[in-house]
Nanobody, 113 residues
Framework: QVQLVESGGGLVQPGGSLRLSCVAS????????VAWYRQAPGKQREWVAG???????DYSDSVKGRFTMFRDNAKKTVYLQMNSLKPEETAVYYC???????WGQGTQVTVSS
């Protein structure tokens, strides 16, 4: 049974940075594509970024150039480095493994002065 646990969220000022982590347990994590999604209050969950087992990452247009997703398979962890954060990016950020349709519990990111 795959379990995903996100961490690293918090309160940050506009223009600031945060690094989110997603740790997997109970599976051969390195073979899976992993994605980050986010859901703002009153809005649908949206895809933010994804990374293949080989480490190739892709990003939504809204975060391209500001966010970086990378993975450490030895630690069964994926990361989302978020720079130049905007208030409208306040949301709960979720880690997701599409192949297994498994979500983490989410971590809150609040961008506010």
């Amino acid at each position: 049974q795959v379990q995903l646990v996100e961490s690293g969220g918090g309160l940050v000022q506009p223009g600031g940075s945060l690094r989110l982590s997603c740790v997997a347990s109970g599976t051969i994590f390195s073979t899976y594509t992993v994605a980050w999604y986010r859901q703002a209050p009153g809005k649908q969950r949206e895809w933010v970024a994804g990374i293949t087992s080989g480490g190739s990452a892709d990003y939504s247009d809204s975060v391209k150039g500001r966010f970086t997703m990378f993975r450490d398979n030895a630690k069964k962890t994926v990361y989302l480095q978020m720079n130049s954060l905007k208030p409208e990016e306040t949301a709960v950020y979720y880690c997701y493994v599409p192949m297994r349709n498994i979500w983490g519990q989410g971590t809150q990111v609040t961008v506010s002065s």
